[in-house]
């Protein structure tokens, strides 16, 4: 595991490397591994602890797993989910809140890595669920944080993959240290702990999967939240990254239904020129080109409000901006139907984009003035699109990529200025 995060993690980093602690054995193995780790590598470690509420036990469970964290030197921050309810799929709202959670405290505390304790028993579990029909994803030793937009800028290790939970408590009991068993572990109503029982014990040959990285490469109109890419290329692709291009271009979190993918590539594979529109995102096809940009009409169906900005306070827009102004009196909305009211020079630079892209960019109105402007130029603003889609489209790559190119990925770029200029 050392040579993993030594490869992965970069050495004498000022920022945190984050850990999830549940307090569990397998977390808390995890947590003394890369605590000794950081002390040769020169590095903070944060723990975060999500306490989920739902068991009387939390609060004592969560004050534990901070006594475990202190003692083996690490930094803590307990975290909170205060929306608990019961009723239907309650692991599934449980896990989105605990990523949701991890990823905001880790980006806040600097951390671009966050990392888990999930071993070989859990991905044998998640394949199980997956083939009962459950919608838990494949574990992979790499991946970006599959919350949005919390979980921008925030990729997940999973250095104990190929590890058995056995092995981390027995590591644990040799250097005397406990756990928290939390009792819901044999509740039989939650699917993990059925798929347990099925598994008893027993785990299929894991064998990592290996894909190349999808060959892209972002051109200036990605800065407007606009995606050109090869047909052929995207048929050729997996599903999930159409499905993934989708999403970025839209500002969603939840993918295409399978169905829906299906019959869009259909249509790419039959229709010459043409337009069709999934899941928020507008498809322009003309010849071998795709060209992907926001819907502007689901902004508007999607209940997309104006927004009053508060100065020097970022926020994240339509799921692909980060947007901060530094005066008051600016609230920012949807293009659509202020076009004509932006200056002159304004509407020369929107011409480099496609007539139907236009609608769909942030613009920002002054209520004292009575004045629309393009968000660009007022405020600092950063496209998510393309380094959303970027960092997705590695998944499955033949390495786990370092931590300093994962935040070249996400933050090497400039923002261009030909846009109104």
């Known amino acids: 595991m050392f040579r993993q995060l030594s490869a992965c993690l970069d050495h004498g980093s000022p920022a945190p490397v984050a850990v999830g602690l549940s307090g569990g054995g397998d977390s808390h193995a995890l947590l003394a591994l890369v605590c000794d780790w950081a002390k040769g590598a020169g590095r903070p470690v944060l723990a975060l602890t999500v306490d989920h509420h739902l068991n009387p036990q939390s609060t004592d469970w969560t004050a534990k797993a901070g006594e475990m964290a202190r003692a083996l030197g690490a930094d803590w921050q307990a975290l909170h989910w205060n929306e608990a309810k019961g009723g239907s799929g309650i692991q599934a709202r449980a896990r989105q809140a605990r990523h949701a959670l991890l990823a905001d405290a880790a980006r806040e505390a600097g951390a671009s890595i966050l990392i888990l304790g999930h071993t070989a028993d859990d991905a044998a579990e998640n394949d199980w669920m997956r083939a009962q029909g459950t919608s838990v994803g494949?574990?992979?030793?790499?991946?970006?944080?599959?919350?949005?937009?919390?979980?921008?800028?925030?990729?997940?290790l999973r250095p104990l993959l190929f590890e058995r939970r056995q092995a981390l408590r027995d590591y644990l009991q040799h250097r005397g240290l406990d756990w928290i068993d939390d009792p819901a572990n044999q509740d039989a109503r939650y699917s993990r702990i059925r798929a347990r029982a099925a598994l008893n014990g027993e785990l299929p040959a894991i064998t990592p999967q290996v894909w190349k990285p999808f060959a892209w490469q972002a051109g200036p109109e990605a800065h407007a939240g606009v995606l050109r890419f090869s047909r052929r290329a995207m048929l050729e692709a997996p599903d999930r990254i159409l499905a993934m291009a989708l999403l970025c271009v839209s500002g969603g979190d939840v993918p295409p239904r399978g169905e829906k993918l299906d019959q869009l590539k259909a249509r790419l594979v039959e229709t010459g020129d043409?337009?069709?529109?999934l899941s928020g995102t507008r498809i322009e096809m003309?010849?071998?080109?795709?060209?992907?940009?926001?819907?502007?009409?689901?902004?508007?169906?999607?209940?997309?409000?104006?927004?009053?900005?508060?100065?020097?306070?970022p926020v994240v827009w339509d799921g692909r901006f980060t947007v901060r102004v530094n005066a008051p009196?600016?609230?920012?909305?949807?293009?659509?139907?202020?076009?004509?009211?932006?200056?002159?020079?304004?509407?020369?630079?929107?011409?480099?984009?496609?007539?139907?892209?236009?609608?769909s960019l942030p613009a920002l109105y002054n209520s004292k003035l009575d004045q629309y402007v393009p968000a660009w130029s007022e405020a600092e603003i950063c496209c998510l699109v393309a380094p959303r889609f970027r960092v997705n489209s590695l998944v499955g790559a033949d390495e786990t990529p370092q931590e300093v190119a994962l935040i070249d990925l996400w933050h090497g770029e400039t923002v261009p200025t030909a846009l109104f200029s």
Not at 339 to 347: A, F, M, P, Y
């Open 329 to 359: 009196d600016w609230q920012i909305l949807p293009a659509k139907g202020r076009l004509n009211r932006l200056h002159e020079k304004h509407r020369r630079g929107l011409s480099i984009l496609p007539p139907a892209a236009r609608a």
């Open 138 to 156: 494949r574990l992979r030793v790499w991946s970006p944080s599959p919350v949005w937009p919390q979980g921008r800028g925030v990729s997940l």
């Open 274 to 277: 043409g337009v069709a529109v």
């Open 286 to 313: 003309q010849g071998d080109e795709l060209t992907l940009m926001r819907e502007a009409g689901e902004q508007m169906r999607g209940g997309l409000e104006p927004q009053i900005l508060q100065p020097n306070t």
